[in-house]
């Protein structure tokens, strides 16, 4: 049987701002990736979700970002290696005292937004963060884009290296994301992302928005939580994939 991990990127809410519908999501997910409270998040939130996780029985990952909650963390900044992994260090330290108090442990690192794009075409950032995350604990796994830098930077490190795949999104002919900047970036038909998803899943591969077909490895789906069909979407993911007899389980 095929089996693949199913992540949503949760946790974003803060202060009387609301995004998500994380409750629901955890109900068919088996990864949540929880702000840090540097884009979105902060602690009630942080409490809640952690919570939330343990009584759906869902691994959880810090989900650090750039110090950037005005931009939601997706506006590039340019930092000292130094700083970015004092800044990686910070928010998976914030997380963990919620996860250590509920009785639980922090499974995985994954970087939101800029930070995860700049890590994933730049090497020196992207091996700043896997140091950080192996020096809190080597057996954190960093959570990547398939065939990024960061995945690169995790083997040489010495971390486990989760390969992610995004079902709406756009991807370049080199494996990177296209920018959410460029028009249909972002697909919105359903029946769309849900043929990526059994294409990647048994063949490996998923075509460019130029056309062309490249190959990924698939160990984890991500499903925006921050997207307002993300239920319904996460719904009808969890039902194909029990029709075609794929398993969604953590893996790691």
Same mark, same amino acid.
């Given at each position: !049987? @095929?089996? $693949?991990? *199913? +992540?949503?990127?949760?946790?974003?809410?803060?202060?009387?701002?609301?995004?998500?519908?994380?409750?629901? $999501?955890? =109900?068919?997910?088996?990864?949540?990736?929880?702000?840090? #409270?540097?884009?979105? #998040?902060?602690?009630?939130?942080? %409490?809640?979700? /952690?919570? @939330?996780?343990? =009584?759906?029985?869902?691994?959880?990952?810090?989900?650090?970002?750039?110090?950037?909650?005005?931009?939601?963390?997706?506006?590039?900044?340019?930092?000292?290696?130094?700083?970015? =992994?004092?800044?990686?260090?910070?928010?998976?330290?914030?997380?963990?005292?919620? /996860?250590?108090?509920?009785?639980?442990?922090?499974?995985?690192?994954?970087?939101?937004?800029? !930070?995860?794009?700049?890590?994933?075409?730049?090497? +020196?950032?992207?091996?700043?963060?896997?140091?950080?995350?192996?020096?809190?604990?080597? +057996? @954190?796994?960093?959570?990547?884009?398939?065939?990024?830098? !960061?995945?690169?930077?995790?083997?040489?490190?010495?971390?486990?290296?989760?390969?992610? $795949?995004?079902? &709406?999104?756009?991807? %370049?002919?080199?494996?990177?994301?296209?920018?959410?900047?460029?028009?249909?970036?972002?697909?919105?038909?359903? +029946?769309?992302?849900?043929?990526?998803? *059994?294409? !990647?899943? =048994? %063949? #490996?591969? $998923?075509?460019?928005?130029? #056309?062309? @077909?490249?190959?990924?490895?698939? &160990?984890?789906?991500?499903?925006?939580?921050?997207?307002?069909?993300?239920?319904?979407?996460?719904?009808?993911?969890?039902?194909? *994939?029990?029709?075609?007899?794929?398993?969604?389980?953590?893996?790691?």
């Amino acid at each position: !049987m @095929l089996r $693949v991990d *199913l +992540n949503s990127d949760l946790g974003e809410s803060y202060g009387s701002y609301v995004i998500g519908c994380d409750e629901e $999501v955890l =109900k068919y997910i088996s990864s949540a990736n929880i702000a840090c #409270g540097w884009h979105g #998040g902060d602690p009630v939130v942080m %409490e809640k979700t /952690v919570k @939330l996780a343990k =009584k759906n029985g869902v691994s959880i990952g810090a989900h650090p970002s750039y110090p950037d909650l005005m931009g939601f963390g997706r506006r590039k900044m340019i930092l000292q290696t130094e700083e970015l =992994k004092a800044y990686t260090k910070y928010q998976i330290g914030a997380l963990w005292s919620f /996860v250590k108090s509920n009785g639980l442990e922090m499974v995985h690192v994954k970087a939101h937004g800029a !930070m995860y794009n700049d890590a994933a075409a730049d090497y +020196n950032i992207a091996r700043a963060i896997a140091e950080a995350i192996f020096e809190i604990d080597p +057996n @954190l796994a960093l959570m990547a884009l398939a065939n990024s830098q !960061m995945i690169t930077a995790a083997n040489d490190v010495g971390l486990r290296a989760i390969s992610e $795949v995004f079902a &709406d999104r756009a991807y %370049e002919d080199d494996g990177s994301l296209v920018s959410r900047a460029v028009p249909n970036s972002v697909i919105h038909d359903e +029946n769309v992302c849900i043929q990526r998803i *059994l294409q !990647m899943l =048994k %063949e #490996g591969t $998923v075509h460019a928005a130029s #056309g062309k @077909l490249i190959k990924v490895k698939s &160990d984890s789906i991500c499903v925006h939580g921050d997207n307002p069909s993300a239920l319904q979407f996460v719904q009808k993911i969890t039902e194909i *994939l029990k029709l075609e007899n794929i398993e969604i389980r953590s893996k790691f």
